[in-house]
């Protein structure tokens, strides 16, 4: 069972480059998150998705892009990268966001914007 | 101002202490409340529910204080594998959202 996957683990763009993060659930849970995960700044919600079609903004969703053509997979894109974006990426899924349901993440994608 | 809110930390004790965190959100329509641990360079995961009840699960014991609006997590004797950071999280505020506390550091030292 692999729950939450991510690709790429790591990865090292130039500024001005563009890169997609894919997040993929094995899980049929309906909400899949992006997070960016800032030293102090904790876990910040860049963009989120109630169900397949389906894309919300959450609290820091400048110069990011998302897309959730199938239930199991949320893109995260980057269109023109900036060193801002240095971050750990984290994809989460659950159920339903409500009630005592757990969310569960990917091993996280390091990015480092040059 | 945020909606949830840790303090920091870091909260560096001798094992075998007992300490707590607390939690303050902002959005009272909150339905939904836990603690998840994060290891270092690691993904979160869950460590335990908070129900208004309260509840307890081995040394660790979380509560939910709805007036006030905050929530606290209280570890007994601490052992050096609870060394961590320790994400409080709220659902349920009137959107699709789960948001997290920026979270507090714990370091157990022998």
């Known amino acids: 069972n692999a729950g939450v996957t991510q690709t790429p683990k790591f990865r090292v763009l130039k500024t001005g480059q563009s890169m997609t993060l894919l997040c993929a659930q094995d899980?049929?849970?309906?909400?899949m998150y992006w997070y960016r995960q800032d030293p102090g700044m904790g876990l910040r919600l860049i963009h989120y998705?109630?169900?397949?079609?389906?894309?919300a903004k959450g609290e820091v969703p400048d110069g990011y892009n998302v897309s959730r053509l199938k239930k199991q997979n949320f893109l995260l894109g980057l269109e023109s990268a900036a060193p801002s974006q240095t971050s750990v990426y984290f994809c989460?899924?659950?159920?339903?966001?409500?009630?005592?349901?757990?969310?569960?993440f990917g091993q996280g994608t390091r990015l480092t914007v040059v | 101002r945020k909606e949830v809110e840790q303090d920091p930390g870091p909260f560096n004790v001798p094992e075998g202490a007992t300490v707590a965190f607390n939690c303050t959100y902002s959005n009272s329509a909150s339905q939904s409340f836990f603690w998840y641990r994060q290891d270092c360079r690691k993904e979160p995961k869950l460590l335990m529910s908070?129900?208004?009840s309260g509840n307890e699960d081995g040394r660790f014991t979380a509560q939910l204080n709805r007036a006030s609006q905050y929530i606290s997590l209280l570890i007994r004797d601490s052992k050096l594998s609870d060394s961590a950071t320790y994400l409080c999280?709220?659902?349920?505020?009137?959107?699709?959202?789960?948001?997290f506390g920026s979270g507090t550091r714990l370091s157990i030292r022998p």
């Open positions: 998705s109630v169900g397949e079609g389906t894309t």
């Open positions: 999280v709220v659902t349920g505020n009137g959107a699709s959202k789960i948001i």
């Open positions: 899980m049929n849970h309906e909400y």
């Open positions: 908070v129900y208004s």
């Open positions: 989460a899924s659950s159920y339903q966001p409500t009630g005592n349901t757990e969310a569960f």
